[in-house]
Nanobody, 120 residues
């Protein structure tokens, strides 16, 4: 079983930076996908950045040029470097791993989230 745990959230002023980290805490298939999502109260969770099994990276348009996703497959970690933060980036941030599980197929594993607050 995989139980992701996020860290690195906090309070930062607009224009500042934060680096989120997430450790998988479990075995991942060699081909797996990692992603960061965020959610604000009353809104749907949206994918902020993702890396697929072929290392293709994509970002939601609102963070392009400011956020960078990366991962370390040996350490089973995924990171989100967030620069030039804006108040509208304030949200709970979640990491998600998508991994092949024997006899069960592709499964998604979510962390409990880390809060990010950007003050103006």
């Amino acid at each position: 079983q995989v139980q992701p745990v996020e860290s690195g959230g906090g309070l930062v002023q607009a224009g500042g930076s934060l680096r989120l980290s997430c450790v998988a805490n479990g075995d991942l298939s060699p081909t797996n996908a990692s992603a960061w999502f965020r959610q604000t109260p009353g809104n749907q969770r949206e994918m902020v950045a993702g890396i697929d099994g072929d290392d293709k990276i994509n970002y939601v348009k609102s963070v392009e040029g400011r956020f960078t996703i990366s991962r370390d497959n040996v350490k089973k970690m995924v990171y989100l470097q967030m620069n030039s933060l804006k108040p509208e980036d304030t949200a709970m941030y979640y990491c998600r791993f998508k991994s092949w599980v024997t006899f069960r197929g592709w499964r998604e594993f979510w962390g409990h989230g880390t809060p990010v607050t950007v003050s103006s």
